[in-house]
């Protein structure tokens, strides 16, 4: 998760000077990690003429965008197909592409536009993805699993090593809670999908750090989630004193 995020928010971030080179490190990234890699496959395969495809899209003269799909699993194999021909082509989706995403000339704008309404579509799913398989893990950083994707469904064996649980005694609620309010009033700006990935995180935080048997790796995961969003220095600092507190429990 830590080096998925990593990844995509350096291609979110990109001048669109470098936005090719930095999709193609993008895909090979998704390439070499078979959790991610076979999620991607088993969701199926993107049957577009991409040559067609994308001519369509330039000629359209921004009338035009990519039609990603209705389910989740075509968002997930269409968008990581159109990724992989910009990666293979070298196509720099400034001069053309992003023009049907935007109003704006400006090359940057474009980019922009494009990251926001194609490329997050698809680092969402793997967020999820990723997720819901720490959930039904109990991340646990003292354990081996070895985890294959069949049929959309996550098999996943550990190395025979026992997960230890211990109570959480001592933890101050009302602080918690005070906390965790902090955070949520200082998230000024922050909207939309961040809004969302900041909820729940909170949320998970709260049952976990609450729970007799908190499950520590999920915490960490969901403290790795909040760190990544962008706000302001009071939110900055809300979050290191939450993050503070919850050592205790880590």
Known sequence: MYDFNSISNRLLQADYNDHTGVVGKFVAFIKATPIIYDYV??????D?????????IRQSYGRSIFALGDTDEEE?????AILDYVAEKGINVSLGIAASYTSSNNRQDRTKAFNDRVVMVLIRHIESYLTKVGIDM???????????????QVNIASDNATITATNNVGV??????????????????????????LSDSLEVIEEQAKSDKPKKGFIKTAITGIKAL?????????????????????
Not at 76 to 80: L, R
Not at 138 to 152: F, L, M, P
């Open 230 to 250: 962008k706000g302001t220095a009071e939110f900055a600092a809300a979050v290191a004193a939450l993050v503070q507190f919850l050592q205790t429990i880590l």
């Open 138 to 152: 109990g991340i646990d950083e003292k354990i081996t699993y070895s985890i294959t994707v069949s049929n959309g």
């Open 172 to 197: 101050d609620l009302a602080q918690l809670d005070t906390l965790i309010n902090n955070v949520r009033s200082a998230a000024v700006g922050i909207t939309g999908e961040d809004a969302e990935t």
């Open 41 to 46: 496959l088993d969701c199926g395969s993107c």
């Open 76 to 80: 997930v194999y269409n968008v990581f």
């Open 48 to 56: 577009w003429d991409m040559d067609k495809a994308f001519q369509e």
